[in-house]
């Protein structure tokens, strides 16, 4: 992770009454972050369970207090392999922006405001992608809303990571997709919908070079591959979260699973 240049406005830190250390920020800011993360998922997680953002911030034995959190004109790449890939799969987030209000730890609280984070970015440097995510960090259910649309998405613009990581290719185009999801430290439920067409897949040997004809022609058999020019919205089922695994983990299986209760 690099960054060009970080603010810190009205820092204050020092030791309560109690002696226990805190840090509170009016606003921070990190400006220009180019952050690559890399993952093998050929290793193995450690079998422990992968805490929720808002079990971590409530469980810090510090006094934490941001009011605005704000990640400006920004890159993220990330690139994952198995040991199936031929190389790793790999996507990018690029002119990214999160404004992030209440954060704080659970430090001396019963009660605390709703913390929101809004993201702006464009997915693969094709399309722009908004999300807006929330969840209060005293909920020990750990429940949190996130909602998200991208519009006029190239679904070949997905293939550097589909290729190496799936053995797959896509072509078509996303007029739209969004999600609306609830969730809390168990399940995901909520509604995903799609707008594309003359969507169609393409399936290769495990080189990755060879086409898989007819496995590409049987599987675009049950492929719906148009939503008639209108938006296809399903309920997504209940997804279970992999507590060994992130957040980030929970919402990419909750998006699979609308995706295939739109498209097939």
């Known amino acids: ?17 109690k002696d226990v250390f805190f840090l509170k920020f009016r606003e921070v800011v990190l400006n220009n972050i180019d952050a690559s993360i ?13 805490k929720m953002y808002s079990q971590k911030l409530r469980e810090l034995k510090i006094g934490l207090d941001v009011s605005v ?9 990330y690139e994952e392999e198995t040991n199936t890939s031929n190389a790793p799969g790999k996507l990018t987030f690029s002119n990214f922006n999160i404004t992030a209000r209440n954060i704080y730890s659970g430090q001396g609280r019963s009660s605390g405001p709703q913390t929101t984070i809004d993201v702006s970015t464009n997915f693969m440097n094709s399309a722009k992608l908004i999300a807006n995510w929330s969840f209060n960090i005293m ?9 998200g649309e991208i519009n006029n998405f190239p ?5 550097p990571f589909l290729k190496p990581y799936m053995k797959v290719s896509a072509s078509g185009t996303i007029d739209k997709m969004r999600f609306d999801f609830n969730g809390n430290n168990s399940v995901c439920t909520g509604t995903f919908g799609m707008n594309y067409k003359d969507l169609k897949m393409t399936l290769y040997q495990k080189d990755g070079k060879k086409e898989r004809k007819l496995l590409s022609e ?9 939503t008639k020019g209108g938006v296809l919205t399903t309920e997504i089922k209940p997804v279970e979260r992999k507590k060994d695994c992130s957040f980030f983990n929970f919402l990419w299986l909750s998006i699979m ?3 295939k209760q739109t498209v097939i």
């Open 139 to 147: 909920n020990k259910s750990e429940h949190f809303k996130i909602n």
């Open 155 to 159: 679904a070949l613009a997905m293939n």
């Open 257 to 259: 699973q609308g995706l």
């Open 69 to 77: 959190l704000k990640i400006v004109n920004s890159k993220l790449t």
């Open 1 to 17: 992770i690099t960054t060009g240049k970080l603010l810190f406005k009205n820092m204050d830190w020092g030791f309560d009454a």
């Open 38 to 50: 890399y993952r093998n998922a050929s290793i193995p997680n450690e079998i422990k369970v992968n």
């Open 218 to 226: 049987v599987g675009n058999l049950f492929l719906r591959d148009d």
